[in-house]
């Protein structure tokens, strides 16, 4: 990044002071990781010149010979991985996905049945505060208060009172694997189509580690930034498999479309301009990552890591909402410690370990305090850290909970951090 320092180094030196915090502190973020230098490098390419509105073959704008091919590199890598009977790769964000898929199958006022927010669903699945919650009638399905976990029986209770035009799954801060068989039962004896975000698990997914809701749901979105591990950005699914029991009828030529056309169309036109051709070279090159088998084995390991943290996090007197875990996260309900989430980032923070508050099922705080940390393994495995280093790292962060306000442990786990972090190197690149 040599011209970017002689041309402006407020901003280099910015960029410099992230990249040594990115490699200098323990980062448990669950939805954060670390792309690879290829990923890096595509995306910051000459591809984010160019104007390509519409699709490969298919485009508003002259001169997108090469960006075609890359998008269909895209396209076609994601199929291979997922199995999949067709892609978007253009949505810029997870939450941009989502307002294709609403776009697609709902009109305003229509009712949605979703994971409630509290209860690790997400803003985007009918939050009031959140577009999708404003435009759409959203209800919500949560866990049992003692099992941790999404209780089917309500879902189906819900289901069948609401008759909801869509059902979501996927969450943000769920520790459990989701029966989409269960799931695809309820949507078609109530109508409703079945749409899984399934943004934290995609990687997890791809590796087959966990259940596969292509075969079930009428649409699955996601980002391409967590557990996957690609640049900052979404994607749109179909699988082979799922009959579409409704159709829908396209709004201006009254034609019947077929699910992709429409969701293509709710992608650009209907919600997007011109998509990023930067980002989805790197997507490509991401999925190209994934399709090699160190990417199974690097999942495998983020599992892994997951549970002994979750194992050891037990042992030493903390309560997991759900009782462990199946994917690449823990959530901890931090009442039985006498502290809030707030409180608890805020003293990690101060030792270089990255978290964040999290609210808890029937959380009793508000969501700036909330009373619980939500902790994922994915960056971490990334730079190399196996089941001894996440134990190692829980009993820094049990020394950290213990004593939040004393800044002599914070600076001594802190030091601990750095030796931690030096062994497992990150970037050296960014800013060489
Ligand atoms: N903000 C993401 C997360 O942290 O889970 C979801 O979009």
Redesign the pocket.
């Known amino acids: 990044m040599k011209k970017l320092n002689e041309q402006d180094p407020e901003i280099f030196g910015l960029i410099e002071k992230e990249t040594e915090r990115q490699n200098f502190n323990i980062e448990l973020?669950?939805?954060e990781n670390f792309a690879s230098r290829a990923v890096i490098e595509a995306m910051g390419s000459c591809l984010t010149n160019k104007y390509a509105e519409g699709l490969p073959g298919k485009r508003y704008y002259g001169g997108c010979q090469y960006v075609d091919i890359i998008e269909d590199l895209a396209r076609d890598r994601a199929k291979a991985l997922y199995n999949a009977d067709w892609v978007n790769v253009q949505p810029h964000s997870?939450a941009q996905a989502n307002a294709a898929v609403y776009l697609t199958f709902m009109k305003p006022g229509d009712k949605l049945l979703g994971l409630d927010l509290s209860h690790g669903g997400?803003l985007t699945h009918g939050s009031p505060v959140n577009f999708s919650g404003i435009t759409y009638e959203a209800h919500f399905y949560g866990v049992g208060k003692e099992t941790g976990r999404i209780d089917m029986d309500l879902v189906r209770d819900k289901a069948r009172k609401l008759k909801p035009r869509m059902i979501s799954i996927g969450a943000?801060a769920y520790t459990r694997d989701f029966n989409y068989e269960v799931f695809a039962a309820i949507a078609d004896e109530v109508g409703a189509f079945l749409w899984m975000d399934m943004?934290?698990t995609a990687g997890l997914i791809a590796a087959k580690l966990l259940n596969d809701p292509l075969p079930y749901c009428n649409v699955v979105s996601t980002t391409t930034h967590k557990t996957l591990r690609g640049p900052r950005g979404g994607m749109l699914l179909l699988g082979r498999d799922r009959e579409n029991t409704l159709g829908v009828v396209a709004p201006k030529s009254g034609r019947v479309k077929n699910w992709s056309e429409l969701l293509d169309s709710a992608v650009f036109p209907g919600t997007q301009g011109g998509p990023l051709e930067h980002v989805i070279a790197a997507k490509a090159v991401a999925f190209g990552e994934a399709l090699q088998p160190d990417f199974i084995t690097y999942q495998k390991q983020v599992m892994e890591n997951a549970k002994s943290m979750g194992a050891k996090f037990m042992e030493l007197g903390y309560d997991l909402v759900s009782g462990g875990t199946d994917n690449h996260l823990v959530l901890i309900d931090l009442r039985n410690k006498g502290l809030t989430g707030k409180i608890a980032e805020e003293a990690l923070e101060r030792a270089e370990i990255t978290v964040n508050k999290n609210m808890v099922p029937f959380d009793t705080q508000s969501p700036f305090v909330t009373s619980g940390i939500r902790i994922g393994t994915p960056a971490m495995t990334t730079r190399g850290l196996g089941k001894a280093d996440f134990e190692h790292i829980v009993q820094l962060i049990d020394t950290v909970l213990q004593n939040p306000d004393s800044e002599d442990v914070q600076a001594k786990v802190a030091g601990e951090v750095r030796a931690m972090c030096e062994r497992f190197p990150l970037y050296d690149f960014v800013t060489a």
């Open positions: 973020i669950a939805s997870g997400h943000s943004a934290h």
